[in-house]
């Protein structure tokens, strides 16, 4: 497993600040998903957002080989618990498709995340939340 440096304040709140993806300032780190490199085109209806039940999957999460956006799902490391650590959505990067939420390991399909970690926010909801997305 990959360590990296983290914003501050990933590890003390475990939110998304939309500011800091739009600034660039996010250090995303492996696991990490893998897939298409195009812009999206509009907001998606509604976004991935990863909750506190998130265990990371022990450092093997499946969420993360099934989104199709790389670089939207990462692993973001727990400096006072090592080696645990949680998955964070990129949501300038997540076109809100479920892929995350409907497989499993082995491609079997779930109900949802096994551990019932990730929520998909309606985009207002989101926006209010965590401030708005530029596109």
Request: hydrophobic residues 35%; proline residues 9%.
């Amino acid at each position: 497993m990959a360590s990296c440096g983290l914003w501050e304040d990933a590890l003390a709140e475990l939110t998304v600040d939309v500011a800091k993806f739009v600034n660039g300032q996010v250090e995303k780190c492996h696991p990490i998903s893998e897939g298409t490199t195009t812009r999206r085109k509009r907001k998606p209806h509604i976004v991935a957002v990863i909750n506190e039940m998130c265990t990371g999957c022990s450092g093997s999460p499946a969420c993360v080989e099934y989104c199709p956006v790389a670089d939207c799902m990462f692993w973001v490391p727990d400096q006072e618990h090592p080696p645990f650590g949680k998955i964070l959505v990129d949501p300038l990067l997540c076109i809100g498709c479920k892929l995350c939420t409907s497989k499993g390991p082995d491609g079997s399909f779930l109900e949802g995340c096994p551990w019932d970690a990730i929520d998909m926010v309606p985009l207002a909801e989101f926006e209010s939340t965590y401030g708005a997305m530029p596109f």
